[in-house]
Antibody, heavy 112, light 112 residues
Framework: EVRLVESGGGLVKPGGSLRLSCAAS????????INWVRQAPGKGLEWVSF????????YYADSVRGRFTISRDNPKNSLFLQMSSLRAEDTAMYFC?????WGPGTLVTVSS | EIVMTQTPVSLSVTPGQPASISCKSS???????????LYWFLQNPGQSPQLLIY???NRFSGVPDRFSGSGSGTDFTLKISRVEAEDVGVYYC?????????FGGGTKVEIK
């Protein structure tokens, strides 16, 4: 069974940093590109970042480019999102997704 | 980026009645490989999105056959032949033809 489980969310002050993780299981992690998608409270879905299977291809939304860094550790079946210079508008549930498969999400709240 | 426009924003349906959601993209989603990269998701309240339809008209594993997708180019439709109580939530279309992934604004379906 394909499973994705996010962790690392929490309350952080504006300007602060946070590192999200996504643990994958049930498939050959190194064969797939993975996305981060976020959802602000009561809002729709917003794509954040993508990393290809070998990390060769990486893309970011304009809203996070220069502040967020996506990475992965294939031997450990893990995906990461390093977030810095956080803003109130980054407050959202963050999901890792392999297309058809989504984790339950981890909540990031940016507030003083 | 490709803009995805969904209508209606909300829908109230009597159980057993049909429902239809439209999604239009700002450019064709047809890839040179012959596939059209349009997907439909349902997000039940408090849950992560679940894939219903991939590549316009293919039902994902376990999705009831009351859900169907159609369309081509820039115009797409999701139909529910007979709405059931478990179908409440927000429906999103999404394109993955080119980065960034983009989503429609969502259609909230509720039961009368």
């Amino acid at each position: 069974e394909v499973r994705l489980v996010e962790s690392g969310g929490g309350l952080v002050k504006p300007g602060g940093s946070l590192r999200l993780s996504c643990a994958a299981s049930g498939f050959t992690f190194s064969d797939y590109g993975i996305n981060w998608v976020r959802q602000a409270p009561g809002k729709g879905l917003e794509w954040v970042s993508f990393i290809g299977s070998s990390s060769r291809y990486i893309y970011y939304a304009d809203s996070v480019r220069g502040r967020f860094t996506i990475s992965r550790d294939n031997p450990k079946n893990s995906l990461f999102l390093q977030m810095s210079s956080l803003r109130a508008e980054d407050t959202a549930m963050y999901f890792c997704t392999r297309g058809a498969y989504w984790g339950p999400g981890t909540l990031v709240t940016v507030s003083s | 980026e490709i803009v995805m426009t969904q209508t209606p924003v909300s829908l109230s349906v009597t159980p057993g009645q049909p429902a239809s959601i439209s999604c239009k993209s700002s450019q064709s989603l047809l890839h040179s490989d012959g596939k059209t990269y349009l997907y439909w998701f349902l997000q039940n309240p408090g849950q992560s999105p679940q894939l219903l339809i991939y590549e316009v008209s293919n039902r994902f594993s376990g999705v009831p056959d009351r859900f169907s997708g159609s369309g081509s180019g820039t115009d797409f439709t999701l139909k529910i032949s007979r709405v059931e109580a478990e179908d409440v939530g927000v429906y999103y279309c999404m394109q993955s033809l080119q980065p960034p992934l983009t989503f429609g604004g969502g259609t909230k379906v509720e039961i009368k």
